[in-house]
Every structure is written in structure tokens, then in C-alpha cells.
């Protein structure tokens, strides 16, 4: 016990030491040992920049140890185009600390030097991290001397620094929001929800900078030998950018007004323009939906500007990253044309860009499946950029604009008016719609499960049921009870609706009141039967178009399950979800259930909430029913579950076309069990249409 007291309380006095200095500072190792940073040793890496010198050198920043607590970078060059490397000349590594070293950036100013900008963090995220720069004045050199960091202030350098008007050095930054300090909320498993187990030191601190999180730029009138922070002046609405990664790049325009790209996690990038001197920026404006991943934007020396970035612009499978491809705009960006497909993978992620002397274009990238990591280089050139097809018809001589900014934003305004537009149609008759996670055929299936299952269906007399997880042989045991009343429609996840051996997420219905118009199904991957992005297990969406023969009225359900431990892939299916209402539903009445596996206070259950399009139906009544008890409770009393009122079971819906009488958690055993470790919720609605 002693020595457990003892370590805590040392941890303790470092968190405390880290909190109290003005900075964290890590002192580059400029000979680093090839047995430990050799290139062919190292593991989760991945080029986060690339630069070239005026003689024609390539230079990389390379992140090691993967994008989190363990991050450290090292630098290496090549005079072969990327062909071959020395081993790294540089490393910042100081893991021994627990500090992390991410973000590099690199640059060549106009006097030929290279700068790398970075960020040290103590662990993952800090709330604050703290920005450096180091410089080499003979990058061309057979060895070069890279100088003592100099420290910038607080926040993430996210691209290249550019001049304004005026000569000075306008370098993008980020101040991270708070929802990246959440690490239980980014490391939640269903089955051990412990958010204080993962709670970050620094979550409630650092709240004086707050007012300036999000993104910004620090600015240099003495060629980088003092930095003026400007973090927080670009002000974004809620509805445009949530607290998170925002990683802005600048580019100049032909008039010298500097424009800045942001990635934005509602799947949207935007634009914000300033004057010339990058003081003072508008308010974005929504650009383009695309995927929530990073992205390059590069001003090539000819005057195009180059952006390299994942899917297609005309196709609306934002929320995977969709292949890699490079585009070209000679109007600052309000069309585009090209397309150079560079991967097709969608493991593929994360470009970089720089432009050799010669007009070679460096494009990296990373593919990392299965936590691998695979850095990629392709050389290329305007040329072929500009003539690619990336299955349009465009041509060298005449392009054909494959997104034109002004009209992609009316069209998208116009989709979700259609999407919200309140109907007056509405049902005189309600029915009762439920959502129950049944968990595969363990803890007594046969013996106890099944009659509680069976039990609370008929207790509660539901009209649709959207379940998850049951296995075919667990199926076939509740139609023995509920044939009478009740049909289904489902699709195994396996792709084989015959294997007892995997699970469906079936939508059970009552047989006298609907009717099956249609139905498919929606997999969370881009190959059935295999997991999707990000994603541990299969999963899928099951939907049904039912006709309700009591009030003559048409209506969607969407019944699935997200996967229980990639976090990203919670993210990606809810946009899937948000793309299948709209695409599916078109503005129906539509409710969609599921196992969620992500609470209230995560970026999944988020995307859904803030979309405009489905809300949350435990939130439209005003004194939901058990709403304190958790929906996940392994088969215990929910009364001695903690009352904190996180579900992981959720009921959404359209609100323009669906009103909510009732919303209830049941809790209640029957004979004393239960009949699956989660709880099932259901609502009293009427529809309208």
C-alpha cells in the first residue's frame, strides 16, 4: 500500500509540476541512434508534412508511435525524389517524460530556411499543448544544423505559414476544444462504461483559454523572431463546428486576400476570408460535405490551386474516406475540376503536399487498417492532374467544374428544407414503437431469458419492435410465442440469412396493423460480411417502409447497431444513419433505433443530435419515464446501477413528421430476471404525412 501511495503521489507532484510551468519543452536529439529511430524499425508512423528545399532536397516530418500519447517525431530528407531516405537526422521523442510530440509542419521560408513547427502535449491532449519551431538555415547542407526550438505560445500549428500584404508570416493555428480532452467518452466500451477511469487531469483545467478555442493564427513581423497569438478569431457557429479537430490551412489569392480551408466535424469544410493582413476573419461559411478527415491545400507555384483530399466532390459518401483524390481550381476555389485518383482504398488517409523545382508534385499518405500503418509517396504533376478524368469528362482545354461552391451550398439548403418542412397530415391513432438490444444467446437464453423477453413484449404491447443482436435460434424461440401477433424482417450480418451462428438486428412488427412496402438493408462497410472503417465487428441497418392500415400512413424505420469498441466507426455510422434518412426517408416520418454504444455526451450520439434531421425522442416530452437509469445494465437492478442517465439506447426520430406522447426506460424484471443485459425504451407517437 505504501508504494501504490507513494507512485500516486508522484504522479501526482509531476501532473502538478507539468500544470504550473508556461510551457513543455522536449530538447531534440540531433544524432538520433539508427537502431532506435531507423526507418525500418519504427512502428505507427505517418508523414504529417513534406517540404523541399531550393536545391531540391525532400524533406519529411515523420509522427511516430501513432497520433496519441505515445506521438514523437523525427525528420529525414531524400535527394532521390522519395526514392530513398537517410535514416531520421532529428528526433523529438519524449516518451520517457510522458510527453507527446505531434503535429510537425513544415516550411521554407522566403530566405530558403526550414522551419518545423510542432506541439508538445503532456499525454494525449493537454487542453492547451504548446507550439515550438525550430529552424535549419542550410537544409541543402551534407549536415544539416537545425537550431534551439524556440517556444510560440499555446495551441497546434495545423499548415504552412503565408505572407500577407504587408511581407509578414501569417501561420495557422488551433486551439483544441474541451470534447478532445474526454478520453472516456473517446475510449467508451459497451460493456465497461468508466468515464472517470479515463478522465484526462486536465478537464476542467485550463478554462481561461476557452474563449479562444478553435482556430486562428499567430503572426510574425520579424521573419519568425517574435510571434504574435491570435487564436479564437475565427468565430464559428455551433451548427457549422463542434470542439474539436479544426486544423486550418491558409492559401493567398491572386488579390492577396487570404483565404482559410478548415476541416469542420459536422462533415463540411469552409471557407473564411480576411482582409490582407490575417487580423481579422469572417465567419466561415459552410464550403463542401466531405469526409471528417484532414486534407491538403496547396498553392502551386503556377497559380492553381491544388487540394488533396478523400472521396469524390459529386458523391455523397462523406462519411467514409472514399479513395484519395487530387483536384485543381484556377478561382480560388469556387469550382474545382481534375480529380487524380491517388487510392482507392479507404484506409487511405491523411495527405501531405510540396512542389519540387522542377514542378513535381510530392503527395504522401497514410494507410493504416487494422492500426498498420503504411506511408505511401506518389509523384506527379499539374499535367497529370489536369488531365485526369476520375471518371469525368474533363479535358486539359476544357473543364467541366465538378463543384461549383455557390450552387453545391443552394442545393444542400434546399434538400433540408424539404428534409424539415412540418406536415399538418397527422394520425388521429397512436402506436407504440420500441427499441431492445437482446443480446446473443448466453446467461441462461433457453432457461430464463427468453419467457422475460417474451414477457415484457407482450406486457407492454408493442406495435414495432427494433432489436439487435439476436441470433437466428433466439428468433425462432420468440416466434414460438409471438407468431400470433407478430411477423419480422431482418438480414443476418454474416450476408447468410440462414447461419444461426451470427446476429441480426430484426424489426418485428405487428402483423394486423402494417404492411412491408419495402425493406433492405444498409451495411456499415464497404464489404459485406467484413467489419467497416474504424470498426472491431460487422454491422448493418436493417429498414422497413411500412404502411399502417389503421391511419393510412407511410413510415420509415431504421433499426441497427454500432459497433462496440471504434470509436471512429460510431462516428461514420451516424453519418450513415443521417444519409440513409435523407435518402431513404426523403422527409417521411422515419424513427431510427439502435444499440448506439456511444452515450449522450459523445461526438456519435452528437453528429445525430445537432444534424437538424432526426432528434432524440427522450428529449421531446417533458418528464421522460426512468429517463435516470441506464439502458446497459448487465443484468442488474437498474437501481444499483449509478443514476446517471447514460443510455446507449436510443430512440431518434424525424420531428417534422413525428410527435412523441411518451418516452419510457422499463426497468421492471419478470420474476426476477431480465431478458437481456440491456433495457428496452419505447414511445407513444403519432406520424403525419
Known sequence: ?????????????????????????????????????????????????????????????????????????????????????????????????????????????????????????????????????????????????????????????????????????????????????????????????????????????????????????????????????????????????????????????????????LRVSGTAWSYSSTSKDGRVWSEPQRFVAAPDQNFAVHRLASGQLLMVRNGHFDRNLYWLPAGLFAYLSEDNGATWYGGLRLATDWATINPAVAEGKGGEIYISMLNAPEDKSLNLLVTTSLGEIDAATADYENTPRNHRAVLTVGDGGSAVTEEMKALVAPKNNWATESMRLATFNIQYPIMNWKEDRVAATVAVIRDYDFDIIGAQEPYLPQIEDMMEHLSDTYAWVGQNVSGDNSDRNHHFNPIFYRKSRFEVLDYDTVWLTDKIGTPGYGARSVRLFTWVKFYDKKTDKVFFHFNGHYDHRGYEAKIVASYIVLDMVRHISKGMPAFVTADYNAAENSEPYAVLKQSGIVEDSMDAVPNPINKEYQSHTEYKPAEKKAKNGMHIDHLFYTPNAVKINKWELIIKPYDGKWGSDHLPIYVDCVIAN
Open 1 to 261: 500500500m505504501r508504494k501504490i501511495s507513494l507512485y500516486i503521489a508522484l504522479a501526482l507532484l509531476a501532473f502538478a509540476a507539468k500544470a504550473n510551468n508556461s510551457y513543455l519543452k522536449v530538447t531534440p536529439n540531433l544524432s538520433p541512434d539508427k537502431a532506435t529511430y531507423a526507418v525500418k524499425v519504427l512502428d505507427r508512423t505517418q508523414i504529417t508534412a513534406l517540404e523541399t528545399t531550393a536545391k531540391g532536397r525532400l524533406w519529411a516530418s515523420v509522427l511516430c508511435g501513432g497520433d496519441d500519447a505515445d506521438g514523437y517525431l523525427t525528420l529525414a530528407y531524400s535527394d532521390s525524389q522519395g526514392k530513398s531516405w537517410v535514416e531520421p537526422v532529428v528526433a523529438l521523442d519524449a516518451r520517457k517524460e510522458k510527453l507527446a510530440v505531434r503535429n510537425g509542419v513544415l516550411w521554407r521560408s522566403p530566405n530558403g530556411a526550414l522551419w518545423l513547427f510542432y506541439s508538445v502535449f503532456d499525454g494525449f491532449y493537454d487542453g492547451r499543448g504548446s507550439m515550438w519551431a525550430m529552424v535549419c538555415q542550410n537544409p541543402d547542407a551534407a549536415k544539416p544544423v537545425w537550431g534551439e526550438p524556440a517556444y510560440l505560445g499555446v495551441g497546434v500549428a495545423t499548415g504552412r505559414p503565408m505572407l500577407n500584404a504587408k511581407g509578414e508570416w501569417v501561420l495557422p493555428a488551433a486551439l483544441w476544444g474541451r470534447d478532445v480532452l474526454d478520453y472516456g467518452r473517446m475510449l467508451f466500451v459497451a460493456n465497461r462504461w468508466d468515464r472517470k477511469r479515463f478522465a484526462s487531469p486536465y478537464l476542467d483545467k485550463y478554462t481561461e483559454l476557452d474563449a479562444k478555442r478553435g482556430a486562428g493564427v499567430y503572426i510574425s513581423s520579424d521573419e519568425g523572431k517574435s510571434w504574435q497569438e491570435n487564436l479564437g478569431v475565427v468565430k464559428c457557429s455551433d451548427e457549422l463546428i463542434t470542439a474539436r479537430y479544426n486544423n486550418p490551412q491558409i492559401f493567398v489569392q491572386a488579390d492577396g486576400v487570404m483565404r482559410m480551408v
